[in-house]
């Protein structure tokens, strides 16, 4: 095939099947026909508002959707010797310049200069191909397949916050706020590295059930917000309640040794450092209001390890990858909804609104690339 049929951002709520240039590669480089990929809440959140914090869609620079990828290798630069055309590989769609002090540190994820897929006003990767540098390729072995290759992706999100930042190890514990994917994910990471206890927070009961069936241990739904409660009381009052249901301490076995907020909510950070135990961890991930009110007396007199997480760094993915051919973390349950490519403004609309035609809540929606097969896993 010598097009490259792309799914193409235009402005807010406005997109189009479009032919672009298939991309040229230097000799460091390698061309991806790309098979499968995910779509992101970030996608989502383009689409409708046209901007995520600083990076903005401006009028007249229209921009591929998709970052959560896998593919074929099409052609390779000529200096790039470890990989033919022909391999099946997960895609990490963050190019960075290799050169700036964080770089230089091993901590790519912080460059100032990163040309990130879909983050204006850097193109995606849904279209037929998609040009990466070779080291941002990963191949994928026998036991996964393409499917479970774009989901390597947000995977990956989740071992940098559980393992690269949180530092969690056997026999510790975790709650995490939020059960869409990268909570669920953060819950799998934890299981494969012997947590012994995951808990599950979420205000949706649905949510919570499938949480308990694929990796967490316990499960806790908020009580309702009480009519003019603020949401620094509503979390005063939720993280009691969560304590004495799921009988959580401040210290010791039945203290919760890494607290992971995957919601971005405001009562879900303020609950968290309620909940997480004196000298624990937590972990930011969700995105949220840009603005939050914490009590910083907590943070102080707990002696708390507060992060952020952003996005994956180095080795990341290849221990993501190293958890599924394992056997360690099973991403095939997540996937609740596919799409041919002709169909991705459904498969956005699907799960821009949580659930699809067949009334069944989304997780993760996957869309085929142009040709591929919807059951061609």
């Known amino acids: 095939m010598s097009d490259n049929l792309s799914f193409v951002l235009k402005k807010v709520d406005t997109v189009a099947f479009e032919q672009r240039p298939i991309p040229d590669i230097g ?152 059960c869409g994917p990268v909570g669920l994910l953060c819950m799998a990471v934890a299981k494969a590295f012997g947590a012994s206890r995951i808990i599950a927070i979420d205000i949706i009961p649905h949510r919570l059930e499938f949480a308990k069936s694929y990796a967490a241990t316990d499960a806790f739904l908020p009580p309702p917000l009480e009519q003019g409660e603020t949401n620094v009381k509503f979390s005063e009052r939720a993280a009691a309640a969560m304590k004495a249901v799921l009988d959580i301490a401040e210290q010791g076995a039945r203290g919760i040794d890494l607290v992971v907020d995957a919601s971005g909510a405001e009562v879900s950070i303020q609950t968290g450092i309620r909940i997480v135990k004196s000298g624990g961890t937590y972990i930011q991930v969700g995105m949220g209001r840009p603005e939050v009110t914490i009590n910083i007396d907590i943070v102080l007199s707990k002696q708390l390890i507060m992060k952020g997480s952003f996005r994956y760094g180095a080795g990341d993915y290849p221990l993501a990858i190293s958890l599924v051919a394992q056997g360690k973390v099973d991403l095939r349950p997540l996937v609740s909804h596919r799409f041919p490519f002709q169909d991705a403004l459904l498969a956005f609309e699907t799960t821009r609104h949580g659930k699809g035609s067949d009334g069944k809540g989304v997780i993760k929606t996957i869309i085929s690339g142009p040709d591929v097969k919807v059951d061609e896993l």
């Open 27 to 178: 000799s460091h480089d390698v061309l991806v026909e790309v098979k499968k990929t995910g779509i992101c809440g970030s996608d989502v959140h383009y689409l409708v508002h046209g901007r995520i914090g600083k990076y903005v869609l401006e009028s007249g620079k229209d921009m591929v959707l998709g970052h959560e990828s896998s593919g074929i290798i099409a052609k390779v630069g000529q200096l790039v010797s470890h990989l033919k055309p022909g391999d099946r590989v997960a895609i990490e769609p963050g190019a960075t310049c290799r050169t700036c002090g964080t770089c230089k540190e091993g901590r790519y994820e912080l460059c100032p200069n990163i040309r990130f897929a879909a983050t204006p006003p850097f193109d995606g990767t849904l279209g037929r191909y998609y040009a990466v540098p070779s080291d941002l390729v990963y191949p994928l072995p026998s036991e996964l397949s393409l499917e479970d290759g774009a989901m390597i992706e947000p995977l990956s999100v989740a071992v940098h916050a559980v393992v690269r930042l949180g530092n969690f190890r056997t026999n510790q514990s975790i709650a995490v706020f939020g």
